[in-house]
């Protein structure tokens, strides 16, 4: 085999293999990135049912809390 040859074969080799350092590298960047949006992604859930709109129960308390009501605005 000619020596062109063999340097061409080392010098792609090389190439590919630096190539595939990158790749492996922009892989785990992105399942850090994964994993942090995730985290945020659970924190909006939590952010959203902690402000959900109050529960049809208010009604009733608010019913049994007339009276008051009646008697501070006649005050």
Same mark, same amino acid.
């Not at 000619?2 to 630096?18: D, H, R």
């Given at each position: 085999?000619?020596?062109? +040859?063999?340097? *061409?074969?080392?010098?792609? +080799?090389?190439?590919?293999?630096?190539? +595939?350092?990158?790749l492996i590298r922009v892989i785990?960047?992105?399942?850090?990135? *994964?994993? *942090?949006? $995730?985290?945020?992604?659970?924190?909006?859930?939590?952010?959203?049912?902690? *402000?959900?709109?109050?529960? $049809?129960?208010l009604a009733s308390v608010n019913?049994?809390?007339?009276?008051?009501? $009646?008697?501070?605005?006649?005050?």
């Amino acid at each position: 085999m000619p020596a062109a +040859a063999v340097v *061409t074969l080392v010098i792609a +080799a090389l190439i590919i293999a630096a190539a +595939a350092l990158g790749l492996i590298r922009v892989i785990l960047h992105l399942r850090a990135v *994964t994993g *942090t949006l $995730d985290g945020v992604i659970a924190g909006v859930g939590v952010v959203a049912e902690r *402000t959900a709109p109050v529960p $049809d129960g208010l009604a009733s308390v608010n019913a049994s809390l007339k009276p008051v009501r $009646d008697f501070c605005e006649s005050i």
